[in-house]
């Protein structure tokens, strides 16, 4: 529908994180999902940091994938990371959430 001039649409004015992600069924879930990411995964990163140093020090003509290994769990650590990152009070973007807000498609309907 076009936006009607007249009509107050929703606006986020502020926030703190996103929202919790899908499989968290639970307010106490997410908080100890939130309570275990309190501090960075440094293993994850440490993991992160010695497929890189392989890389470095792979002979001329071996391939990344030889020079670098197990790729399960380099993957595993950047998903731990992104989990790290998604849940930091930093990760949320209001200008991001307004930019969603106003490519919905309204309705008119008030909500109830």
Not at 59 to 85: C, F, K, N, Q, W
Request: charged share 25%; proline share 8%.
């Amino acid at each position: 529908m076009p936006v009607d001039p007249q009509q107050v649409y929703p606006v986020c004015i502020g926030g703190k994180r996103l929202a919790p992600p899908e499989h968290v069924q639970d307010a106490w879930t997410y908080l100890e999902l939130l309570d275990e990411q309190r501090f960075p995964p440094f293993e994850a990163i440490l993991t992160l940091a010695d497929m890189a140093q392989s890389m470095l020090d792979a002979p001329a003509g071996v391939s990344i994938r030889e020079a670098v290994g197990d790729l399960d769990e380099i993957r595993e650590a950047m998903e731990r990371l992104h989990t790290y990152e998604q849940l930091q009070p930093s990760a949320f973007k209001r200008c991001h959430i307004n930019a969603q807000l106003r490519q919905q498609t309204w309705t008119g309907e008030k909500a109830s």
